[in-house]
């Protein structure tokens, strides 16, 4: 297996991987999100792009459980009339000792041409690609703390359709356990690389990560200071076990220091939007009348999956 990096572009430029958001050029992002605008209406029900993609295979292999980004891929994947092959890794061979390169190596000879594969481990999805055959695509749906690429994705598309194109008017808040969310990266990744005019990042200091993540962000811990004059504020999940781990005192001091209520809503601009990648955990970073509530563009978030993830099948499978 190769050492060197795995490109994710063609020489001519176009998508070859999605692995990460890190890195790719303007162009290419603005163009997706492009694609998947193009794509909605398809992306919600319809047949007219059912040979967009005949004749194709798509897994979805999942080493983590999923919901959301799972179920919108193989959508997406039906949406374009590709065959879907859904592989339980809890019921494979893998229980049995095989290893993830050889479960893929499997799947490939039966004529798998893209992988979207999830796992808990930075890089896999990279590592996995590498040992592949050139022929076969693999998109990254969520590995480890690094990068969640079609979520970023997706939550560009939704902050461009309610803001307008130029991110370099916007202010964007994320809020949370960025430390451990792979989610948060990719949508830094992504503002940064789409000239937003100030990424501000808020949390306890025991959950914001101590490396260059954060480099060019305005951070801070008081939530409060940082909602004032934002254009849109992006919660995040805290994950329980992070209260185990001492991480967080207890869920209820969480909510008061950091948890998105209709009063601090009101600190933001009037036309601020509310975002969450979900699942959400209502009551600990987000108070059900904001989640439910005018400002809220969750559940656009969720519809916009589909047509995104329907993009980036497009662009590695078709060109």
């Known amino acids: 297996m190769s050492d060197q990096p795995v490109a994710q572009l063609h020489p001519n430029g176009s998508l070859r991987h ?4 890190d890195g790719l050029p303007a162009e290419t992002l603005s163009h997706l999100l ?13 047949t007219a792009l059912r040979q967009m993609l005949a004749g194709r295979t798509v897994c979805t292999l999942f080493f983590e459980p999923s919901t959301r980004t799972r179920s919108s891929f193989q959508l997406a994947a039906a949406r374009l009339g590709a065959d879907i092959l859904g592989f339980d890794v809890m019921a494979s061979s893998a229980k049995k000792g095989e290893t993830e390169l050889d479960t893929l190596r499997n799947l490939e000879a039966m004529g798998v041409d893209c992988f ?9 999805v990279a590592t996995l690609a590498a040992g592949a055959h050139a022929r076969t695509r693999f998109i990254n749906a969520g590995d480890g703390r690094s990068a969640h690429p079609t979520q970023g ?35 830094i990744h992504a503002l940064r690389t789409l000239g ?14 101590e490396d260059d993540t954060l480099r060019g962000c305005r951070v801070t811990r008081n939530f409060d200071a940082a909602l004032e004059g934002v254009d849109a504020i992006m919660m995040l999940r805290l994950q ?15 909510f008061r220091d950091y948890g998105l209520t209709p009063e601090r809503v009101a600190l933001a601009k009037p036309d601020a939007i509310v975002m969450h990648p ?12 904001v989640a439910d509530g005018p400002a809220s563009v969750i559940l656009d978030q969720v519809s916009n999956g589909v047509a995104v993830r329907m993009a980036v099948l497009r662009a590695v499978l078709a060109g």
């Open 18 to 21: 999605l692995l990460t958001l």
């Open 34 to 46: 492009d694609d998947a605008e193009a794509l909605r209406p398809q992306a919600l029900g319809g």
């Open 116 to 124: 979207v594969v999830r796992h808990a481990d930075n890089g896999t």
């Open 153 to 187: 994705l997706l939550d560009m598309l939704t902050l461009r359709q309610r803001k307008g194109r130029d991110f370099s008017k916007l202010r964007v808040l994320i809020v949370g356990d960025v430390k451990h969310s792979r989610v948060a990266r990719s949508d």
């Open 196 to 209: 937003a005019g100030e990424i501000r990042v808020c949390g306890p200091a025991s959950l914001l990560p």
């Open 240 to 254: 329980r076990e992070r209260m185990e781990e001492g991480l967080v005192p207890s869920l209820e001091q969480y």
């Open 278 to 289: 979900g699942p959400m955990n209502r009551g600990v970073e987000i108070a059900p009348t």
